[in-house]
């Protein structure tokens, strides 16, 4: 079948190889004509995933329509903030009942990526895919496992089964809002915690973030609508393991980065790549002070990436906070 993947970064290209490891035919869109006649050319994209060749059914192009045009399933992979815009000139081409499947992990605001798909593409079959995925493993056949969720289980099945692999396994959820939140809200955490392994502290430090912090998510998930058990799930507990010990994460070097002095502006630049954390504390935090739900360790990451707070003098506000039962 036609697959269509807008967005040619890491995480798309390494879903676009995925797809076409199945035999499907895989349209790739990137939003600038050099890119594509640089992944065209080279076969294989140098910057995100080198070494990794595209096989002849991977199909790279910078027109729309050709790409999204009698797709079977359209995956989109684009940074939160390009959302909006690209959903918009996605608009016109989707058509009634189209199945899109969100890949991205981030938030626009206080809405969720589905709910913006949802606003500018209302013809769409939307569903979100999220799980313990670096493009640079499910590139190259690591064995991974993510969860797909839609508000029908008819189309989570049918993208279950096509998605699915023997290096990658797919869960079904209904729990849409807790799947994206989990996505979005961990890389908050994960860069947390790289931050402490940038002060130098160890793995005690690191696995209280991990623990607490998925009990703030859980919080503010619940408050939101979502279901208590996908935080403890694959897009929530499972996503924050990947994400905030690897030092594949863009996330976690983000955070090592701060953690060992550098300003915010210097850390974006040696990234190198959107840094979803960054983005999205801003929302996670006013999304806690909405819904009245105690987010100390986002507060705290708000105060260091937004009011120049010292890392140091963060953790020790989390240290010294008032006793409690856990």
Known sequence: MKIAVIGSGSWGTAMALHMAGSGNQVYMW????????????????????????????VIC???????????????????SPATRTTAKEMSQYVTDGQKLVNISKG??????????YKSEIPQAKISVLSGPSHAEEVS??????????SDNEETAKYLQAIFSTDTFR???????????????????????????????????????????????????????????????????????????????????????????GM?????????HMVVEGVNTATAAYELGKKYGVETPIIEQAYNVLYKNADPK?????????KHKSE
């Open 263 to 271: 300003k915010l502006d210097e850390v974006l630049k040696s990234v």
């Open 61 to 79: 192009t910078h027109n729309m329509q050709e790409c999204i045009e009698g797709a079977e399933v359209v995956i989109t992979a684009v940074p």
């Open 140 to 149: 190259r056949g690591i064995p991974t496992t993510v969860v797909v969720a």
């Open 30 to 57: 990137s939003w600038i004509q050099e890119e594509t006649d640089r992944l065209n050319r080279d076969r294989e994209n140098k910057e995100f995933l080198p070494g990794i060749s595209f096989p002849d059914n």
């Open 170 to 260: 797919v869960y079904t959820s209904d729990d849409v809002i807790g799947v994206e939140l989990g996505g979005a809200l961990k890389n908050v955490i994960a860069l947390c915690a790289g931050i402490s392994d940038g002060l130098g502290y160890g793995d005690n430090t690191k696995a209280a973030l991990i623990t607490r912090g998925i009990s703030e998510l859980s919080r503010l998930g619940i408050a939101m609508g979502a279901k208590a058990s996908t935080f403890a799930g694959l897009s929530g507990l499972g996503d924050l393991i990947v994400t905030g010990t690897s030092t594949l994460s863009r996330n976690h070097t983000a955070g090592e980065l701060l953690g060992k």
């Open 313 to 321: 003098d963060a953790v020790n506000t989390l240290m010294t906070r």
């Open 107 to 116: 938030l626009e605001g206080e809405l969720r990526l589905s709910q913006v």
